[in-house]
């Protein structure tokens, strides 16, 4: 049973960069099997529809929402069973929850991402 560990939240001021992280627990995967997964993060600000935010798929397929183009950078290390998302330049807009997605049908459990002065 796979579990994701989301980490890296946290309060950062307007322009300020975080890097969020998504450990995939609960299997042991071969590089060639952890690349060919789809996976993603997605937020949720209050009283908002959970929204994708960037995605990665198994041919290596990047997708981003058009209000973090150019500021946000999808990645995954196969040798730690990780994704992350890198986040520069961040807006008061960007803050929600953000969750990690794995195979389209496991969730993280969020981790929090507030831009604020």
């Known amino acids: 049973q796979v579990q994701l560990v989301e980490s890296g939240g946290g309060l950062v001021q307007p322009g300020g960069s975080l890097r969020l992280s998504c450990v995939v627990a609960g299997g042991a995967f071969s590089h060639s099997i952890f690349m060919s997964f789809t996976m993603g993060w997605y937020r949720q600000a209050p009283g908002n529809q959970r929204e994708l935010v960037a995605q990665v798929n198994g041919p290596g397929q990047l997708h981003y929402a058009d209000s973090v183009k150019g500021r946000f950078t999808i990645s995954r290390d196969s040798a730690k069973n990780t994704m992350y998302l890198q986040m520069n330049n961040l807006k008061p807009e960007d803050t929600a929850l953000y969750y990690c997605?794995?195979?389209?049908?496991?969730w993280g459990q969020g981790t929090q991402v507030t831009v604020s002065s």
């Open positions: 997605n794995f195979q389209e049908n496991t």
